[in-house]
């Protein structure tokens, strides 16, 4: 057969796409298939990368009307331009997708635009998106499904823009800053593009049906962040559960919600109202039952440690599998993967050990256990907390807000987890993450010679704390 593949990859997000290119360093005849015009799913499309451009304008915008006064830095008239960071962040995007096209060439990936449908076990229909007739037949040894997820919306509400229920994809979107966007869901995408319009002129109110926003990260952080969101005038209300949205009138929008703990009914009216309840797995058209692959009540694809699903040559990654929906787990997920299929011996994927991170300002970061988490598993514990506003680093750069909490076991010392809240703390989480991989102690920590003065100082102080009880400027 002509069309016959060592390894075909379905999806081009993070997991999609490095699968395919390691399938090609180790010699496999590849291909990927990519319903969208763009490759980079998800997360470079209409997730991590534009929102994290928006975040970032939206940031300097905001340091510019309420900081740069006290460096000394004062404008006549400051103003943003919509557009102009719209424009941005399409462009970003742009760059990225001709980027991963380039490394499609480069390794010799075949690309087929459409739809994957599984025919049988070993082949692959690949069908217009549009027309919905067969462009294509692919036959494989392995595949790999890394389709992605979508957002989740209520059952008794449809995302529908002229309505103005809108998702994640469609916030990012938008060609207006909404007077008032509401937000049902406190989690990481809920507070991240509620920070973006917050700070660009938004009045922001985010409804979470849990007691606390980021509930999946440790109580320290969820508390903290609290704090910092409501100090920018973001307002949080907990506890509720959405029993009804409905549009008021061409430009305003109703959402009625009842409180858990005395049924009492509220509404909250504004102009747009985002959904940031979750994502659910994208495995439509597939044709999973043409091959009798196992999915679980939720929809996600069954697979065993070696993310093989019940077709034995068959493996599925990212978020379609469920577990942490995140762009660096698909990608470890691809790369183990490849080499499991090829004979190596790939890394062992502990879950425990990749981060989990929000890009407010300050950033959100956590790796490891919660500090809950260690005391279900009665676990015997130390635990250091430094405050980011004892650094001389954020006293300079004027984010004093946070903290570096570091927790270790009483008797080995180890450390079990470490969560953070503060400036640059994305990237100080891979401190942690390497710590914990070789398994050092919080001495161990201490022990090493931090630069002065930066903000990676609070995890020597929070390691002193741990093992010694005390830190030399606490």
Same mark, same amino acid.
């Given at each position: 057969m002509k069309n016959l593949y060592d390894i075909v990859v379905i999806g081009s997000g993070p997991g999609g796409y490095i699968s395919a290119i390691r399938a090609s360093q180790l010699g496999l005849r590849t291909a990927i298939i990519e319903k969208y015009q763009e490759l980079g799913g998800t997360c470079l499309n209409v997730g991590c990368i534009p929102s994290k451009s928006l975040l970032d304008s939206s940031k300097y915008f905001s340091l510019a009307k309420n900081s740069y006064s006290s460096h000394g830095i004062f404008f006549e008239k400051l103003f943003f331009d919509f557009g102009k960071m719209m424009d941005r962040k399409n462009e970003i995007v742009r760059n990225i997708n001709s980027g991963i096209k380039y490394?499609?060439?480069?390794?010799?990936?075949?690309?087929?635009?459409?739809?994957?449908?599984f025919k049988t076990k070993n082949i692959l229909s690949v069908i217009d998106k549009i027309s919905f007739q067969k462009k294509n037949e692919i036959q494989f040894k392995y595949c790999i499904i890394s389709t992605g997820s979508k957002p989740l919306c209520l059952s008794h509400s449809n995302f529908d823009i002229e309505n103005? =229920? %809108?998702?994640?994809?469609?916030? #990012?979107? @938008?060609?207006?800053?909404?007077?008032?966007? =509401? %937000?049902?869901?406190?989690?990481? #995408?809920? @507070?991240?593009?509620?920070?973006?319009f917050n700070r660009l002129g938004s009045k922001v109110v985010i409804i979470e049906t849990m007691d606390q926003i980021i509930s999946n990260m440790d109580d320290s952080l969820s508390k903290e962040m609290r704090k910092i969101l409501e100090k920018s005038s973001i307002q949080i209300e907990t506890s509720l559960s959405v029993s009804n949205i409905f549009k008021e009138n061409h430009e305003k929008i109703s959402v009625i919600a009842k409180h858990h703990h005395n049924g009492k009914k509220v509404k909250f009216i504004g102009n747009y109202c985002l959904l940031s309840i979750g994502r659910k797995p994208y495995t439509k058209n597939l044709g999973l039952e043409n091959i009798n692959i196992k999915i679980n009540e939720k929809g996600f694809i069954l697979v065993n440690n070696d993310l093989q699903t019940s077709i034995d040559n068959i493996y599925a990654i990212g978020d379609v599998v469920g577990g942490k929906m995140l762009a660096h787990k698909a990608e470890e997920e691809g790369l183990y993967v490849v080499e499991h299929i090829v004979g190596q011996k790939p890394n062992k994927l502990n879950y425990d050990l990749m981060p989990s991170i929000i890009y407010t300002y300050p950033e959100v970061a956590s790796v490891g256990q919660s500090e809950n988490e260690i005391k279900k598993n009665k676990i015997e514990y130390n635990v250091g907390i430094f405050p980011m506003k004892i650094l001389g680093r954020a006293r300079a750069s004027g984010c004093t807000d946070g903290f570096l909490k570091m927790i270790s076991h009483k008797k080995t010392d180890d450390i079990l987890g470490v969560h953070i809240i503060g400036d640059h703390a994305a990237d100080m989480i891979m401190e942690a993450s390497v710590a914990m991989e070789f398994r050092s102690s919080s001495e161990d920590i201490f022990r090493i010679c931090h630069p002065h003065p930066t903000f990676s100082e609070s995890f020597k102080e929070a390691a002193q704390l741990n093992f010694d009880r005390r830190s030399i400027h606490t």
């Open positions: 490394l499609m060439k480069k390794n010799k990936i075949d690309l087929y635009q459409g739809i994957g449908s103005r =229920i %809108i998702s994640s994809t469609d916030a #990012i979107n @938008l060609k207006e800053i909404p007077k008032k966007l =509401i %937000i049902i869901g406190g989690g990481i #995408i809920g @507070l991240e593009l509620g920070s973006i």
